[in-house]
């Protein structure tokens, strides 16, 4: 089992940025990658962005240039730094690991929320 704990979101106002947070516990050995989905009212969950242990990362197209996914991994953790926000960033999002790079894994954290005013 893998246990995903998220932090850093918040109400931030367009343009502005944010930083969240994932640390990981448990079977960790088990994780090759980690990523964040974002769930806005009404609508499916998404891929925000997601990185491998390698080091490789795939975005979604509405955050390139403005998202930076990173990871710690002495910490066990990983980052996403979010820069030139938009009203349309706002959804809960939740922080993502499993065994294969590419895909979404089995575990997930609580979510956390962030909003965006204009």
Do not use: H
């Amino acid at each position: 089992q893998v246990q995903l704990v998220e932090s850093g979101g918040g109400l931030v106002q367009a343009g502005g940025s944010l930083r969240l947070s994932c640390a990981a516990s448990g079977s960790i050995f088990s994780i090759n990658a980690m990523g964040w989905y974002r769930q806005a009212l009404g609508k499916q969950r998404e891929l925000v962005a997601q990185i491998s242990s390698g080091g490789s990362t795939r975005y979604a197209d509405s955050v390139k240039g403005r998202f930076t996914i990173s990871r710690d991994r002495t910490k066990n953790t990983v980052y996403l730094q979010m820069n030139s926000l938009k009203p349309e960033d706002t959804a809960v999002y939740y922080c993502n690991s499993g065994p294969v790079f590419g895909v979404a894994g089995g575990y997930w954290g609580q979510g956390t929320q962030v909003t965006v005013s204009s």
